[in-house]
């Protein structure tokens, strides 16, 4: 009893005790809860359709994407692939949606039939790298991609090089082919859109008639500089109803942010290029004395590998390719600069000959126990082959297939790098005859050899090149970013920036539509981490000094001087308001040109009012009007001469973008031409379907409420 009459007179305070006890492991339960739920939110890269985008799966894709596109582009930017590879996932998943409602599939029979047909615009990019090239139609070869899948796994077994090869073609084909099957949906989904739109035979007449009659005019103008906008009084209610007319025009599917910045990018100074021109002035001088071509490309650090194979002028940059006609074999050329890369070259021309751009052959590999063991394997099956065995029997007997493979000189002569048996391997294919065998010692066992057939000849260039960037050095980095960094510390505010800038030899540029769905900042390579700080910043912040530029070579410092929502930009957004001014103004020079021209009977009337003149000729109704002397296409005046018979002056001023106009139809005239009726009502479908996929994909992508965080990751 005691110790119930102590806990009551402690009640509030146990209470408290155990009120905080619960909160304590609610709380904790909650935290749990929230970082998880931050963890999960941590790792979206996005999100589509209400589908949140996991970084991982999206790495997939974009790896993938970015790995097959730098072998049919290998030039290509970096940042804009990443672009195009989530723009292409976007829309994958968008399309995919619509489809799945409209039970829309792509069945493996279907796939089937246009790789067979081989004609596919996907099909034809595969074909150019892989060589699968039908060589009576030119068309992509299915059964040579069959060939090459069936006997992926027993041929990438043949020896750690053909391993690489394989491995690579064998991703690059499965990438491919799941990217037609996407592309076939989509062309199936617009297909089922088209369907939708109908031309009749009255619309296919009028679109016959608009682009075969034709009229010569004498045209009187007064164009809309004439007038000065000062002289133009624009009221404020006049810009909110035109913005209100416009307004889906302003119409954003994301957040935009605009910023002021100032890049600078570092270059090589006198002493720098000084130093370069040395020493590539000594590896001209190790060529020119026979020095190893190999060794002087690798220890002069070149930004192209010697590979030792002859191989086409697509295999250098534009500027390496066209001197190699004019130098003689054996000579050295350089150094020489190139300004379309910014890179210094010596150039050393060892052989040109005329060989085949494509062969076929067919391998065996002999691996014995021992080095003696292979050699003797090997002196067998060569005779064996020599002697005219069965070359796929006797492959068989080896655990391999034999088969014939064409290859082309496009697979290997932009390789970064080339091993010694590869180097070995391809030599010989370039200078065997027809069904000739050659036995080749490899590091692990021994090749067999055979070539069977040799394809368009063309000449072929074993070159040794030495390339270097013209760059800055580790002195004239830190004073560059010295110099910068001082400006920057003593301009803490925008205003100062602007006022000091050009005195500093800096300039003040600007960026207005910076979006996260571009991935970078417009015009700034490699800015993902910039473009992280303009989506994290306040408006009026200024950043730090940051790296940036496709070779890191560049410095910026930024300040972020607006935000706008997604939705529609407002009035006072300095670009709108601008446009929307300029219509108003468009509008009322308009009606003081029309005041004046309105009562005008002849062009020498229009003359007399301060109108130029010019005639134009061949004016359909099929296509604007364009006015030379204003620059401008006017489409409304296509169909006022229309209107107008042959002889006569236009009844009323015609209000362009340009100007105001009025004209007489000096003639009239049918080009000749037979109408067929199927012919435009198809063309004319064709045009609203142009027209329409445009309109409804956008719809699709703005109702798709697609958020992009990959600037968190990337």
């Not at 970082?35 to 894709?61: A, F, N, P, W």
């Not at 045209?219 to 002289?231: C, H, P, R, V």
């Not at 020599?386 to 088969?403: L, M, P, R």
């Not at 972020?560 to 601008?578: A, F, H, Q, S």
Request: hydrophobic letters at 40%.
């Amino acid at each position: 009893m005691a110790a119930l009459g102590t806990i009551r007179s402690k009640g509030t305070f146990l209470i408290i005790i155990i009120g905080l006890g619960l909160f304590g492991f609610i709380a904790g339960d909650m935290f749990r809860s929230c970082e998880t739920t931050g963890r999960m939110r941590s790792t979206r890269v996005g999100e589509i359709l209400g589908e949140k985008i996991g970084i991982e799966d999206y790495q997939d894709y974009l790896n993938e994407f970015v790995e097959c596109t730098k072998i049919t582009a290998p030039n290509a930017d970096e940042d804009q692939i990443r672009n195009m590879a989530w723009n292409s996932f976007v829309q994958n998943k968008i399309i995919e949606n619509e489809a799945d409602k409209l039970g829309l599939t792509v069945t493996n029979d279907e796939m089937k039939n246009a790789m067979m047909q081989g004609t596919n615009q996907v099909l034809m990019e595969v074909a150019n790298v892989t060589g699968f090239v039908n060589q009576q139609t030119g068309r992509f070869d299915y059964n040579m991609y069959n060939e090459f899948i069936n006997n992926y796994k027993s041929n990438r077994n043949a020896s750690p090089q053909a391993a690489e090869y394989y491995d690579k073609v064998y991703k690059f084909l499965a990438f491919k082919v799941k990217q037609m099957r996407q592309q076939i949906l989509a062309q199936k989904y617009q297909a089922l859109l088209s369907t939708a739109l109908l031309s009749n035979p009255v619309e296919a007449k009028f679109l016959y008639d608009a682009e075969k009659n034709e009229s010569d005019v004498q045209l009187a103008y007064i164009d809309y500089k004439t007038i000065n906008d000062k002289d133009v009084q624009v009221a404020e209610n006049e810009l909110k109803d035109m913005y209100n007319k416009k307004k889906e025009m302003f119409k954003i599917p994301e957040e935009i942010r605009s910023i002021k910045y100032i890049l600078v990018k570092k270059v090589a100074s006198p002493a720098d290029r000084s130093a370069l021109t040395a020493a590539l002035t000594k590896c001209a001088e190790q060529l020119k004395a026979g020095e190893s071509p190999e060794k002087v490309v690798r220890e002069g650090r070149s930004n192209i590998s010697y590979l030792g194979v002859p191989v086409t002028k697509n295999a250098f940059t534009a500027d390496i390719a066209s001197r190699l006609d004019s130098m003689a074999v054996g000579s050295v050329m350089g150094p020489v600069e190139s300004a379309a890369d910014n890179t210094m070259n010596v150039v050393k021309l060892i052989a040109k000959n005329t060989l085949p751009d494509s062969i076929q052959y067919r391998v065996i590999t002999v691996v014995g126990n021992t080095a003696a063991e292979t050699t003797t394997k090997a002196d067998s099956v060569y005779k064996a082959v020599v002697a005219g065995g069965d070359f796929e029997a006797i492959a068989k007997k080896y655990g391999q297939t034999g088969e014939k493979v064409w290859l082309t000189t496009a697979q290997y002569e932009r390789a970064s790098n080339m091993t010694k048996d590869n180097e070995t391997i391809f030599n010989a294919m370039n200078t065997l005859g027809v069904n000739e065998v050659k036995s080749i010692p490899m590091t692990q066992g021994t090749l067999i050899l055979q070539v069977l057939d040799r394809k368009a000849m063309v000449t072929k260039y074993d070159v040794a090149v030495v390339k270097r960037d013209i760059t800055y050095s580790d002195e004239t980095s830190h004073a560059i970013s010295d110099k910068f960094k001082q400006f920057v510390a003593g301009h803490q505010s925008l205003e100062m920036m602007e006022k000091d800038a050009a005195k500093a030899g800096y300039q003040v540029l600007e960026a207005k539509n910076v979006m996260t769905s571009q991935g970078m900042i417009p015009g700034i390579g490699n800015s993902r981490d910039a473009l992280k700080w303009v989506f994290e910043a306040e408006k009026g912040d200024i950043s730090e000094v940051m790296t940036c530029g496709n070779s890191r070579d560049e410095i910026l410092v930024m300040a972020l001087t607006n935000i706008y929502p997604k939705g529609y930009m407002d009035l006072e957004n300095e670009d709108v308001k601008n446009y929307v001014q300029q219509e108003v103004l468009r509008d009322k020079k308009a009606e003081k040109i029309i005041e004046k021209l309105g009562n005008v009977k002849s062009i020498a009337e229009a003359e007399s009012k301060g109108a130029k003149t010019t005639e134009v000729n061949q004016i359909s109704l099929g296509s604007p009007v364009f006015v030379s002397a204003l620059q401008s296409q006017e489409p409304a005046l296509s169909g006022a001469v229309a209107a107008t018979e042959k002889g006569k002056f236009s009844a009323h001023p015609v209000k362009g973008y340009g100007g105001v106009y009025v004209f007489k139809v000096n003639d009239k005239r049918t080009v000749e031409g037979k109408f067929d009726a199927k012919e435009y009502a198809s063309r004319a479908s064709q045009n609203y379907m142009s027209n329409l996929s445009r309109t409804v994909f956008q719809e699709l992508l703005l109702n798709a409420d697609v958020k992009d965080n990959r600037y968190l990751f990337f």
